[in-house]
Nanobody, 116 residues
């Protein structure tokens, strides 16, 4: 499975960005696609995830500000990020996980920088 991310960049606090991640390869139903982030000196953490059945999970720190969505026909996941804060600055990674096997696949990461 190959994951290609796009949409990162530099934005001022309070602004918005949308990340996209397109998956290709051995894509099957019964999967979870999501976004993780890693700030310098910190562990990678879940931001948001959505199953192929549209169940979602969000980190408490982004609830009400970020929204995850999917286009299953195009194997693409999106992360709409609003009201961005400097503490949202991190490298954001797309993740694809097969629910039965637990196999994980990662994108190359895209930098999001929020200036104060």
């Amino acid at each position: 499975v190959r994951l290609v991310e796009s949409g990162g960049g530099l934005v001022q606090a309070g602004g918005s960005l949308t990340l996209s991640c397109a998956a290709s390869g051995a894509i099957f139903s019964g999967n979870v696609m999501g976004w993780y982030r890693q700030a310098p000196g910190k562990q990678r953490e879940l931001v948001a995830a959505m199953t192929s059945g549209s169940m979602t999970n969000y980190a408490d720190s982004v609830k009400g500000r970020f929204a995850i969505s999917r286009d299953n026909a195009k194997n693409t996941v999106f992360l709409q990020m609003n009201s961005l804060k400097p503490e949202d600055t991190a490298v954001y990674y797309c993740n694809y996980r097969r629910q039965v096997s637990g196999d994980d696949y990662w994108g190359q990461g895209t930098q999001v920088t929020v200036s104060s």
